[in-house]
């Protein structure tokens, strides 16, 4: 069996080159007859890099070391070979939502024992454009705006915190986003502070945001949260730390396949974290595409 752990020096603390190494002393001992080989990744590599090699070399198995950040990266310079390989996670970055959610270890001498079992199971992810891949969540609006005031130096050092700290202060300016929907069956407009799309339970290092949602169901799931009084929030706590964001009073919650969003072309859009420049996007569903080898 061929290997090839991919990693991105830069993502999280800085250990994805550890994290790959680690993993690769560990699947050695467990099995020396596998042909293990690393390969970097990030802003400077061309993602054909990976490809050409991952193809030529004939691997069989890809590992995708780091954050959603990394693996959404990964995914999207594979979209063309799903077909070629099967996949699996080294959770090793500031946030692990997709990890999370398939309930990945971050340990690598577990998550060898993973890989050598062998178990599959078909995920889905989006395609936002045709060209950005979402494996987790995209957020418009306050959650967007938001994020895009957090350094990475602060997600590395205080996880999850600054991103409160900047929502609070986020929404005492009770700013709202106009907002044109569409899918197969209708059309709508929405004035909202918050719009956020997810792909499955885990978002934002909470593990329990949406317990509707899973990765494998063909589904997004789309949260729109009007304008509301801070009191609201407060009062509706128990329900997001619950995971039951569609019981919150006024908010829109629902699930599609395929849905396109218009605005003015100023508004933010952010996707696994990561800057994804500005309105309008198309989101398709790509249900099962991804091959993840799971506990």
Excluded at 30 to 48: R, Y
Excluded at 215 to 227: E, N, Q, S, V, Y
Excluded at 242 to 265: A, D, M, N, W
Aim: charged residues 25%; aromatic residues 8%.
């Amino acid at each position: 069996m061929k290997i090839l752990i991919i990693y991105n020096q830069s993502s999280g603390k800085d250990t994805g080159k550890h994290l790959a190494e680690d993993l690769k002393t560990s699947l050695e001992k467990n099995n020396s007859e596998n042909t293990i080989d690393l390969a970097e990744t990030g802003p400077k590599i061309d993602p054909k890099t990976l490809t050409n090699k991952a193809v030529s070399e004939n691997f069989d198995i890809i590992v995708m070391t780091g954050g959603d950040g990394t693996l959404r990266h990964i995914v999207q310079a594979f979209d063309q070979y799903m077909d070629k390989f099967q996949f699996a996670i080294l959770p090793g970055g500031t946030v692990n939502n997709f990890a999370t959610a398939l309930d990945i270890p971050k340990d690598p001498e577990e998550v060898a024992k993973i890989i050598l079992a062998g178990h599959q199971k078909k995920v889905d992810y989006a395609l936002v454009n045709q060209k950005e891949v979402l494996l987790s969540s995209l957020t418009v609006g306050i959650l967007a705006d938001t994020a895009a005031n957090i350094s990475q130096q602060e997600k590395q050092k205080y996880g999850k915190w600054p991103f409160v700290r900047n929502f609070v202060k986020m929404l005492a300016k009770k700013k709202k986003y106009l907002l044109n929907f569409s899918t197969a069956k209708k059309e709508w407009q929405e004035s909202c502070q918050l719009l956020a799309i997810t792909m499955s339970n885990s978002v934002g290092g909470f593990p329990d945001f949406d317990r509707e949602a899973t990765a494998d169901d063909g589904l997004m799931h789309i949260t729109i949260l009007p304008r509301m009084h801070f009191l609201m929030y407060l009062m509706n706590l128990h329900n997001v730390l619950r995971g039951q964001i569609g019981k919150i009073p006024t908010v829109q919650y629902f699930h599609e396949s395929e849905l396109k969003i218009h605005g003015k072309s100023d508004i933010k859009v952010r996707i696994d974290g990561d800057d994804a420049g500005t309105l309008p996007i198309e989101i398709d569903v790509q249900k099962h595409k991804l091959t993840i080898l799971v506990p």
